[in-house]
Structures are given as structure tokens and as C-alpha cells.
């Protein structure tokens, strides 16, 4: 049984046939996915998700880098009692995109420092969205002290320096598609290196789906793709790799097993 720590049921490539991506994620071992937040609707439309497919679905909730700038008070205070749902595991995802910089930085930041905040008042972890962002980041996880509830780097796709760095912080890491790519040698060295007590996987469907679906509408299903890798990697069978990562999803996310 495989866990996909980090998908968006809720955008409208895979909605549209959630059924068929659920019975497709569980014909393939996928029994338990963590849906996240990326603003408000999509926070709460992952909460009535896990609502309706408890068990299999989980929920966090938050603002992604990118809606940083419809971060308000008054919505803040709404995700606070939103988080308080037993489906919410998680805030998330949070941080920063310099990649798109669809919002400003210093909203981006403002409204990161905003909801690490909330994420501690709710003792709930936090999952991180870093892109091109990798100094500010580690700036103000260690500014704010991030990691009091634990948390993790979802997708990673930094140095192993900066991994050794977040681990040092308390941040398991996550690995996505990419790591499937023949291109990602460091990201390969990475997966080699972390401890196996604090790796997760995940899909972030329906965006970056593994090889040889790359470019193609991701799904729940092919985080078994990179299991696959990742097992390849470490040495070890596919159940192994399973068995772990289920293990720290859940011991991260305060799931029973």
C-alpha cells in the first residue's frame, strides 16, 4: 500500500473524473492521499473531499505562494477554524515561488510568516512549496522556527547541502515525478543520501508526472512510478519502500497506521 503525500484532487483535470482517479490510485495501491490547499475554495473544497472519502483522503489547508497577495486577516482566521476539522492534517502548502512570482515577494513572505503562525497556534505541520526561492526559505523557517510541529519540503528539489539543512531543521523531504527524470542526477543523490526515517513521496497531481508519463496529466496512481525509483536508489524492494514511506506520512501527519 503506497500513500500520495501531496495532490490537488480539486483541480479541475482530475475532478471531473475523481472516481475513476480514486479507483485507478486503488487498483494500484494507492489506499490514502493528502489533498492540499492552495487558497481558499481549494482549502475548502479539500476538506469536504475528506469528508466524503474519509479514510482516504486527508486534508490541509492553506494559501499557496502564488495567491499570497488574497491572504486577509479575516481569511486567516477562517483557515484557523477550518484546520481545527479532524480531516486537516496539515497547513499547506505554503512558502515561496520566485520562479512565477505571481504575487509580490514581500506578500510572499508576509503570508508565509502569517500561516507558519497559524500552523503553530493549530499545532499542525507544514507542508513547504519552495521554487527558486531556497535562501528566503531557509531564512525564515529558521526565523520563525518553523518546524515546532514538524513538517516537510514537498517535491524537493534543492542541493544536498540545503537537504542536510532542512533535516537539521526538523523538515522531512519529499520526493515527486522529477526524481523518475534522467535529467535529475542531483536530485537522484539527494533520495541516496536522506535518512529513510524521513522521506515521503507524492505525486503533486496533476502537475509533474513521472517517465514516461512526463508532460501528461499526473494522477495519485503513478506515485507508484516513483516508489519505483526511489526503491531502485536505496536498494530496496518496492514493499520496503512502501512500508517506510507509509510509516513517516502517517507519523508526520498524525494518521493512525
Known amino acids: 500500500m503506497l500513500f500520495d503525500s501531496h495532490a490537488h484532487l480539486n483541480d479541475r483535470k482530475l475532478y471531473g473524473d475523481l472516481e475513476g482517479v480514486l479507483t485507478r490510485a486503488a487498483e494500484c495501491g494507492v489506499t490514502r492521499i493528502l489533498n492540499c490547499g492552495a487558497d481558499w475554495p481549494s482549502s475548502l473544497m479539500s476538506v ?3 469528508e466524503k472519502y474519509r479514510g482516504q483522503i486527508y486534508a490541509a489547508v492553506g494559501v499557496h505562494p502564488h495567491d499570497a497577495k488574497t491572504l486577509t486577516d479575516e481569511m486567516l482566521q477562517k483557515l484557523l477554524q477550518l484546520a481545527k476539522a479532524p480531516e486537516v492534517v496539515a497547513f499547506g502548502e505554503i ?3 520566485y520562479y512565477r512570482d505571481l504575487s509580490p515577494r514581500p506578500l510572499q513572505q508576509s503570508a508565509f510568516i502569517a500561516q507558519i503562525a497559524a500552523a503553530k497556534l493549530g499545532k499542525k505541520p507544514i507542508i513547504i512549496h519552495d521554487r527558486d526561492a531556497h535562501g528566503d526559505i531557509l531564512r525564515l523557517v529558521r526565523q520563525e522556527r518553523a518546524g515546532e510541529n514538524g513538517g516537510v519540503f514537498h517535491c524537493f528539489s534543492g542541493s544536498w547541502e540545503m537537504a542536510k539543512e532542512c533535516l537539521n531543521l526538523g523538515f522531512m523531504i519529499s520526493f515527486a515525478g522529477p526524481l523518475t527524470y534522467t535529467n535529475a542526477p542531483k536530485l ?10 524521513m522521506m515521503l513521496i507524492e505525486t503533486d ?3 509533474l508526472s513521472p517517465h514516461p508519463y512526463r508532460g501528461k496529466i499526473n494522477e495519485p496512481a503513478r506515485v507508484c512510478l516513483t516508489a519505483a525509483v526511489l526503491a531502485e536508489i536505496r536498494g530496496l524492494s518496492i514493499e520496503e519502500t512502501a512500508d ?3 510509516s513517516n ?3 508526520l501527519f498524525n494518521i493512525k497506521q
Open 244 to 246: 517506510f514511506t507509509v
Open 95 to 97: 512558502g515561496l515561488d
Open 205 to 207: 497531481a496533476p502537475y
Open 48 to 50: 469536504r473531499l475528506a
Open 188 to 197: 537522484r543523490e539527494v533520495a541516496a543520501k536522506v535518512p529513510l526515517d
Open 249 to 251: 506520512t502517517c507519523r
